[in-house]
């Protein structure tokens, strides 16, 4: 490196001072200080460039990250926004049974119409590859604007994970005790289902639909990870102006 040879070329100048016989102490000290101070200098200037080189391609980095993760993040928005409005017409066919649980006359249609709930899941797939990629190079200080890294670290390492535990959880209530309880009671002619009703009003059905007004929390998780996810985005706009 450069400043190797600056510091090996006056370490020697310095010391031949010091080893000049000719010389008075007092010149020798000050061709020696001479050095010290080219040396200093010289390493000073060396150090400042490597970090300007090091903080512009942190910039640069920083930069092309945020442009990508917004893209994600736009995308997740997209794919959230679809699976929560998804989650509240679910919750509407939920109170519909619930009514007709309570003795509300059930409509043919209103049955077809609402029944998609107990054959259905919520899923979420965020687009992660980018923020993991940068959490395992441990380079989250690329990101200079702190509250945008302490969001964007809250919607994946909160938003996004609490997404999925509601969404798992409502999946496995439905799944693992709604449907089967279901496929206990239900009986079909040659129109459709004959004891929908009846089946409804049964204490344990009634039990498991005011569980399943659960998939009003994940929609709710939903919001704030959309709420979340759009601050982000409004963020990265600032920084990339």
């Known amino acids: 490196m450069a400043e190797d040879e600056i ?20 010149h020798k000290l000050k061709e020696i200080l001479l050095e010290v101070l080219i040396i200093v200098f010289a390493v000073s200037v060396s150090i400042w460039f490597h970090n300007w080189s090091e903080s512009i391609k942190d910039h640069h980095e920083e930069k092309e990250f945020l442009k990508g993760l917004k893209g994600d993040i736009q995308a997740d928005l997209k794919e959230m926004n679809s699976d929560r409005a998804a989650l509240r017409k679910g919750f509407l066919a939920v109170r519909y049974f619930e009514k ?7 409509k043919g249609d209103s049955l ?3 029944l998609w709930i107990f054959f259905s899941q919520a899923q979420i797939n965020p687009r992660i590859g980018r923020y993991e990629a940068l959490k395992a190079s441990g380079r989250f200080d690329i990101i200079t604007n702190k509250k945008l890294q302490y969001d964007i670290i809250d919607l994946y390492q909160k938003d996004f994970p ?18 089967p309880y279901i ?10 289902v004959t004891n929908a009703e009846l ?7 009634r039990f498991l639909l005011l569980q399943c007004e659960g998939i009003s929390n ?14 982000i985005i409004k963020e990265i706009d600032k920084e990339l102006q």
């Open 162 to 179: 609490e997404i999925f535990r509601l969404n798992a959880f409502m999946n496995s209530l439905i799944a693992d005790k709604v449907d």
């Open 218 to 231: 994940s929609a709710e998780a939903y919001s704030r990870g959309i709420s979340e996810g759009n601050q």
């Open 100 to 106: 007709v649980g309570a003795g509300q006359t059930l």
């Open 112 to 114: 077809n119409k609402n």
């Open 7 to 26: 510091i090996k070329k006056h370490t020697k100048a310095a010391y031949k001072a010091w080893r000049d016989p000719e010389k008075d102490w007092k």
């Open 199 to 205: 089946m409804l009003r049964k204490p344990k059905m």
């Open 183 to 192: 496929g206990d009671y239900i009986s079909f002619d040659s129109k459709g």
